[in-house]
Nanobody, 127 residues
């Protein structure tokens, strides 16, 4: 089974930036859509952003649109989330996820659309 490993989380101040990475264990990564979700304490996990296999279809939640950028490097089997202008409400555990639908032209914004998940990386934004 493909493993996903996130990194890049940390403690930052409001207004700072962070870049999260998610490395997949197999090169088949390049054929599948990927997404980022997050879960804040006491809340349900929520969609953040997603990109299809080719990078041509990208979607963001309204809460991060204009501040976060999702991207992928298929040669490196790596998914990224560049987070700028961070706010305290962005504090959460961030998870990457893979949708094992072969070369889908679109992305999904719901958890059940994804088949594999990483272990998560903590992002804490202080005010």
């Amino acid at each position: 089974q493909v493993r996903l490993v996130e990194s890049g989380g940390g403690l930052v101040q409001a207004g700072d930036s962070l870049r999260l990475s998610c490395v997949a264990s197999e090169s088949t990564f390049s054929n599948y859509a990927m997404g980022w979700f997050r879960q804040a304490p006491g809340k349900e996990r929520e969609f953040v952003a997603a990109v299809n296999w080719s990078g041509e279809s990208i979607n963001y939640s309204e809460s991060v649109k204009g501040r976060f950028t999702i991207s992928r490097d298929n040669a490196m089997n790596t998914l990224y989330l560049q987070m700028n202008s961070l706010k305290p409400e962005d504090t959460a555990v961030y998870y990457c996820a893979a949708d094992w639908t072969w070369r889908s032209s679109f992305t999904r914004h719901y958890e059940s659309g994804y088949d594999s998940w990483g272990q998560g990386t903590q992002v804490t934004v202080s005010s």
